[in-house]
């Protein structure tokens, strides 16, 4: 019966010990969360917007540029609207 | 001539073969089908598979020996020169690699280069029942010590219910390396057959209307009470904070989170480390994966593997593996008894590691049930924190019994 104990121990300090890191790592996560939100501030979605902002310029302009070509300067570009 | 005849005889293998060899040869010739035409898990089972066959080519000298072979007076052991003298390049490398623990730490570098913990910071509660789905582990290792099996060897057996490879090699080679080819096989044919197993067990223990539950609408019913703003950093910042709490509770699991931690670090710090990732997710993991294959395959002999231990490997490994399914399942059907915001049950299955397959699994069930029922977010988020808990049940096994 010896090992049996020794097994069925383990199988107690065990199971606490997985449960006890997952539900730190739930609260740490938590924590981690709510410091970020207050503290950093969200760089990644101010530089996305940028991003999108410029390659947008560019493809206005290079439409304006291939429309001013092809119509030989005639024809303007008044309204782009993505399908 | 005769002599002639006779030294020709015994240059060929022919001498040395017997049925033992044969079984060997079959077993190689049936895991390298289901690698090769079958797909399960080809970039293990393959060299495994070859590593058997060249360890049972007699007179090869490919097959890796006992530790007692190599083991001298005082408890040291012989230097890797001497161990590749007298027993060949397979043992150098098995005992260089392998038995000092070093492979499997590596391959968790790349896991972690290749994880994503945004699924599971975005839904953290999930990650409870990663926890739950590990009892499959001790319930095992309870069950083989009742078998005769030593408690060491039983909790390598029963790690296998971890459904990760490397940790149950990495246990296995601590506790029982005796056991390693098998126990090895075992895991990594189970972890191929997750599409089947996570149905079987699912379909057990779930009703239809659990199968229906839409993870999504209870989200828009009960929204989450902060969203994250800054998920880059947030994911920079989670394994350096993960990893010091580890290391502190359970240090004995830090050779293999610590590993999987800094592989995902390099990979979320972005373009600074970029090369770091790639080489941890590229050539070294590419690397450590055929030589950790090749090794362990020559770890089954025919006088290893022919043994009524590996019958019980066999099927103890399957029940290790149903119990952590049902584990993670039943957890979830206790919380949704005294929770208002309910979860999916298949949630819970995908407890147990076997990154991705796991989740991709459920989700298709999910989808059976209902076509919008779209829940493998979810699912990455208990499958990865199962990962996490395997690798502590691992800490806390070897801690205690090594």
């Given at each position: 019966m010896q090992p049996f104990n020794e097994a069925l121990?383990?199988?107690?300090?065990?199971?606490?010990?997985?449960?006890?890191?997952?539900?730190?790592?739930?609260?740490?996560?938590?924590?981690?969360?709510?410091?970020?939100?207050?503290?950093?501030?969200?760089?990644?979605?101010?530089?996305?917007?940028?991003?999108?902002?410029?390659?947008?310029?560019?493809?206005?302009?290079?439409?304006?540029?291939?429309?001013?070509?092809?119509?030989?300067?005639?024809?303007?570009?008044?309204?782009?609207?993505?399908? | 001539?005769?002599?002639?005849?006779?030294?020709?005889?015994?240059?060929?293998?022919?001498?040395?073969?017997?049925?033992?060899?044969?079984?060997?040869?079959?077993?190689?010739?049936?895991?390298?089908?289901?690698?090769?035409?079958?797909?399960?898990?080809?970039?293990?089972?393959?060299?495994?598979?070859?590593?058997?066959?060249?360890?049972?080519?007699?007179?090869?000298?490919?097959?890796?020996?006992?530790?007692?072979?190599?083991?001298?007076?005082?408890?040291?052991?012989?230097?890797?020169?001497?161990?590749?003298?007298?027993?060949?390049?397979?043992?150098?490398?098995?005992?260089?690699?392998?038995?000092?623990?070093?492979?499997?730490?590596?391959?968790?570098?790349?896991?972690?280069?290749?994880?994503?913990?945004?699924?599971?910071?975005?839904?953290?509660?999930?990650?409870?029942?990663?926890?739950?789905?590990?009892?499959?582990?001790?319930?095992?290792?309870?069950?083989?010590v009742?078998?005769?099996?030593?408690i060491?060897?039983?909790?390598?057996?029963?790690?296998?219910?971890?459904?990760?490879?490397?940790?149950?090699?990495?246990?296995?080679?601590?506790?029982?390396?005796?056991?390693?080819?098998?126990?090895?096989?075992?895991?990594?044919?189970?972890?191929?057959?997750?599409?089947?197993?996570?149905?079987?067990?699912?379909?057990?223990?779930?009703?239809?209307?659990?199968?229906?539950?839409?993870?999504?609408?209870?989200?828009?019913?009960?929204?989450?009470?902060?969203?994250?703003?800054?998920?880059?950093?947030?994911?920079?910042?989670?394994?350096?904070?993960?990893?010091?709490?580890?290391?502190?509770?359970?240090?004995?699991?830090?050779?293999?989170?610590?590993?999987?931690?800094?592989?995902?670090?390099?990979?979320?710090?972005?373009?600074?480390?970029?090369?770091?990732?790639?080489?941890?997710?590229?050539?070294?993991?590419?690397?450590?994966?055929?030589?950790?294959?090749?090794?362990?395959?020559?770890?089954?002999?025919?006088?290893?593997?022919?043994?009524?231990?590996?019958?019980?490997?066999?099927?103890?490994?399957?029940?290790?593996?149903?119990?952590?399914?049902?584990?993670?399942?039943?957890?979830?059907?206790?919380?949704?008894?005294?929770?208002?915001?309910?979860?999916?049950?298949?949630?819970?299955?995908?407890?147990?590691?076997?990154?991705?397959?796991?989740?991709?699994?459920?989700?298709?069930?999910?989808?059976?049930?209902?076509?919008?029922?779209?829940?493998?977010?979810?699912?990455?988020?208990?499958?990865?924190?199962?990962?996490?808990?395997?690798?502590?049940?691992?800490?806390?096994?070897?801690?205690?019994?090594?």
């Amino acid at each position: 019966m010896q090992p049996f104990n020794e097994a069925l121990s383990l199988m107690v300090v065990g199971m606490i010990t997985v449960f006890f890191i997952l539900f730190s790592i739930v609260l740490i996560g938590d924590i981690l969360i709510r410091l970020c939100n207050k503290y950093l501030p969200e760089e990644v979605l101010e530089i996305k917007t940028k991003k999108s902002q410029s390659p947008s310029n560019n493809t206005h302009a290079a439409i304006k540029a291939a429309i001013t070509l092809a119509t030989k300067g005639k024809g303007t570009v008044t309204d782009i609207t993505k399908i | 001539m005769q002599e002639i005849l006779s030294k020709l005889y015994d240059m060929t293998a022919l001498g040395g073969f017997s049925y033992q060899v044969a079984i060997m040869w079959l077993i190689a010739f049936i895991l390298l089908y289901l690698g090769i035409r079958k797909g399960y898990e080809p970039l293990l089972l393959v060299p495994i598979a070859f590593g058997v066959l060249l360890a049972n080519f007699p007179g090869g000298g490919m097959g890796i020996v006992p530790a007692e072979n190599i083991t001298l007076e005082g408890g040291r052991y012989k230097n890797l020169f001497e161990i590749a003298h007298e027993y060949g390049i397979m043992n150098y490398l098995y005992y260089g690699l392998i038995k000092t623990g070093f492979l499997p730490p590596i391959i968790f570098m790349g896991v972690g280069a290749l994880t994503d913990f945004g699924p599971m910071l975005r839904n953290l509660k999930l990650a409870i029942f990663g926890a739950a789905a590990q009892i499959g582990i001790f319930s095992v290792l309870l069950v083989a010590v009742l078998l005769g099996f030593t408690i060491k060897e039983a909790a390598s057996l029963g790690i296998i219910g971890g459904a990760d490879g490397p940790t149950a090699i990495y246990t296995t080679i601590k506790l029982a390396p005796h056991l390693l080819g098998p126990i090895a096989i075992a895991a990594y044919s189970y972890m191929a057959l997750v599409p089947v197993i996570i149905p079987l067990v699912a379909n057990l223990l779930m009703t239809k209307k659990e199968f229906k539950i839409n993870m999504r609408e209870m989200d828009k019913l009960y929204p989450p009470k902060h969203k994250i703003k800054n998920l880059k950093a947030l994911k920079i910042i989670f394994p350096i904070v993960l990893g010091v709490i580890t290391a502190i509770f359970v240090p004995s699991s830090v050779p293999l989170l610590g590993m999987l931690l800094f592989g995902n670090l390099v990979k979320e710090i972005g373009t600074a480390t970029f090369r770091l990732a790639d080489a941890a997710t590229g050539a070294i993991m590419n690397t450590a994966t055929i030589f950790l294959g090749l090794t362990v395959g020559a770890t089954m002999t025919s006088d290893v593997f022919l043994s009524p231990k590996t019958l019980g490997i066999v099927v103890g490994g399957f029940i290790a593996f149903a119990v952590s399914i049902a584990g993670g399942i039943i957890a979830v059907k206790i919380y949704n008894l005294f929770a208002k915001k309910k979860i999916n049950p298949l949630i819970g299955a995908t407890g147990l590691s076997a990154v991705p397959m796991a989740s991709r699994v459920a989700n298709e069930m999910a989808l059976k049930h209902d076509s919008g029922n779209h829940i493998l977010q979810y699912c990455m988020a208990s499958n990865i924190s199962g990962v996490i808990g395997s690798a502590v049940a691992a800490g806390v096994l070897i801690s205690f019994l090594s």
